[in-house]
């Protein structure tokens, strides 16, 4: 089992920055590839990137336009997003998810083993 814990949402302005983090506990040999997530009001979860263990970075342009960066400590078993210029758009819940195999499709929800609760993200205009 691999337990993850979100932090760093918060309630922010338009235009500002944000990075949420999310630390890997367990068996976190079961964390190839650790990924983020997001689902805003009413919205499915959406696909915002992903890292593997090398830090091989995978990223929905859709979702963060260039504005996103996912990093990785394999020291610190923490996976970061980093976020800049956020819009309301961008209002949601983020969640981080860790899968075991490093193959396959990484922006597919269903592919990933371990999820978060949860880290809320309220960008106001």
């Known amino acids: 089992q691999v337990q993850l814990v979100e932090s760093g949402g918060g309630f922010v302005q338009a235009g500002d920055s944000l990075t949420v983090s999310c630390a890997a506990s367990?068996?976190?040999?079961?964390?190839?590839?650790l990924g983020w997530f997001r689902q805003a009001p009413g919205k499915e979860r959406q696909f915002v990137a992903a890292?593997?263990?090398?830090?091989?970075?995978?990223t929905n342009t859709d979702a963060g336009k260039g504005r996103f960066t996912i990093s990785r400590d394999n020291d610190k078993n923490t996976v970061y997003l980093q976020m800049r210029s956020l819009t309301p758009e961008d209002t949601g819940v983020y969640y981080c998810?860790?899968?075991?195999?490093?193959?396959?499709?990484?922006?597919?929800?269903?592919?990933?083993?371990?999820w978060g609760q949860g880290t809320q993200v309220v960008v106001s205009s």
């Open positions: 998810a860790a899968r075991r195999r490093g193959d396959g499709n990484y922006a597919r929800a269903a592919g990933y083993d371990y």
């Open positions: 367990g068996r976190t040999s079961g964390s190839a590839v």
């Open positions: 890292i593997t263990w090398s830090g091989i970075k995978t």
